[in-house]
């Protein structure tokens, strides 16, 4: 892998990065959760940014200004629809596409957090697994990101991530031991 993914406890829309993942719908509306707290913190810019552009697929992804936050940008990742769980399916999309932005900007850093996890009704457990996937994929390329940060509410998600990723890491290294 080109790039580097950490995983780390505390509030996403005050990491300091080049851009930052919402967890969105695809309407854009910038709601509770992570929404919320970007556009408590980023201002209401956010959100007139967010009308301009949605409504967007589910599955797809859309970067705006990042407004008063830590980051140039805010890549929307539309996980699911207003009021609909999300699928594995499309938060994978979502997740790809996001990252592909973020090349497209020449981003190094993008914080990202549990996207389909909470509210979109996907398990912790079963959203790092597709998170860590996607971005793992993301990083075997040609990129920019030198670093994917997953940036979790909680110790329980925080724990459940870094299980995820410790398993992952050490089935590798078994196949590279039977190889």
Known sequence: MSGRITIREGDISAQEADAIVNAANSALQLGSGVAGAIRERGGPEIQAACDAHGPIAVGEAVA??????????????????PGEPASEESVRAAMRRSLEIARELGCRTVAVPAIGAGVGGLSTQRSAELLLAEARAHLTGASSIEEIRFVLSGEQALRL??????????AEQ??????
């Open 161 to 170: 991530f870094e299980a995820v990723y410790d398993s992952i890491r050490i």
């Open 174 to 179: 078994a196949q590279r031991w039977t190889s």
């Open 64 to 81: 705006t200004g990042a407004g008063a936050l830590s980051a140039r940008y805010v890549i929307h990742a539309a996980g699911m629809a």
